[in-house]
């Protein structure tokens, strides 16, 4: 490759860029961490409401918007490895479909929410607050850290949607695709936080 | 050219990481129902470690990295750790 296109100046903001990239992952870990420590002593305190609460949710569901998520992830990583290669072409389509696929995944959980908040399970609709201690909690914490990754998917598909752009227009290219690598690592650690949160919610006992 | 920027994973690899994932999804779901609750409470946040390893070391291409950006992540899982074990103790034995 054309050494001169990559000065030193533009070789430190690659590694700047993406260090960057990295420690602003690391402080979304910290807002994640927190309610799931949260999690996870009230779960400890109210184990038996908590089961109650999890067998509610449907695992269908669950299951389905994980595999979606893992889909979007892998488009994801593709579109990153088409773009080292020069391809394009490859790069938008493998975007377009990871814009789909997150789109795919805040639709199902619009109609599970929606499905809930019908039946009056929602922070404090009364339905809930009828219930057990330890299920109003688990609901609480159901819907404060869904709806916070929910925020994050629909940012993820908003950033991306502007790299598609970029994409098409040649502003993401062979020569300087860092942005969209920083947007992959976006979408990754999303991805990251419903590994945990799918457990967590879908599958106690 | 700095190193990273060229390194490159195939297709297929990520591919085949793709598919490990959607196999522990799977077994981490059939565990929930079928082990007992004690077995699954274990296996659940472990399968999810798992998972998530294998997400940031091949999607996010930490297996490429050099130096501090692969020190960070460590660092970060023991900063955890530490926050967990602290908080637990207090409720556990309070």
Known sequence: ????????????????????????????????????????????????????????????????????????????????????????????????ITIALGSLFLFNKYFEWSHEIASGVYPGGEALLERPKGEVLFFGLYFFLTGLHGLHVFAGVCLLSVMSYSTATGGVNREDFVRLENAGLYWHLVDVVWVYLFPLFYLIR | ???????????????????????????????SRGASSRVSAVAAPSIATVKAALIIYYFMNIR???????????????????????????????
Not at chain 2, 65 to 94: H, S, W
């Open chain 1, 1 to 96: 490759m054309d050494e001169r296109a990559h000065g030193l100046g533009r070789e430190g903001d690659y590694a700047g860029s993406k260090l960057g990239m990295w420690l602003f992952l690391l402080t979304e870990v910290f807002l994640f961490v927190g309610p799931l420590i949260l999690y996870g002593v009230y779960r400890y305190r109210f184990s038996s409401g908590f089961a109650a609460a999890s067998s509610g949710l449907s695992l269908g569901i669950g299951v389905l918007n994980t595999a979606v998520l893992l889909t979007s992830s892998l488009s994801m990583a593709l579109s990153i490895a088409a773009v080292k290669r020069g391809k394009s072409g490859f790069t938008l389509l493998f975007l377009l």
């Open chain 2, 1 to 31: 050219m700095k190193e990273g920027m060229a390194e490159n994973g195939g297709y297929w690899t990520y591919v085949a990481v793709w598919a490990a994932l959607i196999i522990l999804t799977f077994l981490t779901a059939a565990l």
């Open chain 2, 64 to 94: 490429f990295e050099k130096g501090v950006l692969r020190l960070l992540i460590p660092l970060t899982a023991v900063l955890i750790a530490i926050l967990i074990t602290l908080v637990f103790m207090d409720v556990a034995y309070r």
